[in-house]
């Protein structure tokens, strides 16, 4: 993997498609990171595809709830990979309740489809635009969002919400 | 699968028929834990079988969820489908599902199923009265012929 500068072509293509928007960029033990703004995440991610990152190797989402100095709730991730040189680069976005809602990526890349299901089962943050925007994992008439901090470990009775075959019955 | 396999072969105590499908089953082994998801498809697996059934709750995953106390993993199968034999262990030995088998053979030697219903028919005598032997001997007499008396014979 090469090492990445701050001022790259990521960062050309991301400042050149966003012009006026304060983006925050820190790197941690040469890997890069970048902070963009929900409402700008759209358009910074195509521009880093445009700018030669053709993979989404992740998105996933964090729950920043009681996290230390953190002063949003939900953080969006996508791990972006460029192919033809190994660069990656880190794109993190923060979401508030009660606007959960994101812009999909599953226009950008397609691998963003079932990432984006999976994120959206467990944390609830809706992504606007995906084709089949439904639960991944968890059964279609769970209600709660199991991996929010807020939500008990032990669930709230789905579990046990099931009828009971007893023997003289079956 | 160690249990049917070479060491432990299970079908020394009679149990060697394996099917794969519910509708030829009169045995299902519930073998770890079951997500909530999975409690449906398994209620409907044991709807399918026929009557007379069994269950075994194999593994501390089945009989109470183990370790896995989350919202998605059920504390125990036996809240949903009754069980028969719980065997403990994680995981268990096969000795103790070979075990759990022959416990099973005995239970339903003494009670049958739920009610004993299917066995208590087969305590009444049914078919063709047997044959007595003693009236056999009885008509011989009777008529005057005489029983041969019987050698002792210890290789025949």
Redesign the interface.
Known sequence: MTQISSDSVYKQAIEKALPSVALRWSEFRGQHRIDVPAANIATALTALKEAGMDQLCDLTAVDLLEYPGATDRFEVVYLLLNTSNSDRLTVRTYLNEPNLQIPSAHPIWIAADWLEREVYDMYGIVFTGHPNFKRLLLPDAFESFPLRKDYPVKGRGERHNFPIITRAES | MSTAASRHDLSRFGSEVMRFTPRQCDLMIVAGRV???M??VL?RI??QMPEP?WCISMGACACSGGVF???????GID????VDVYVPGCPPRPEQLIRAIMDLQDKIKKTG??NAREFQLRILPDGPKRFDEDELIRIRERNGLKLEEHKYDPIH
Do not use: E, G, H, N
């Open positions: 997500v909530m998801k409690i449906p209620q044991w709807m059934k106390d989350t919202y998605a993993v059920v504390q809240r949903f489908i009754p199923t739920y």
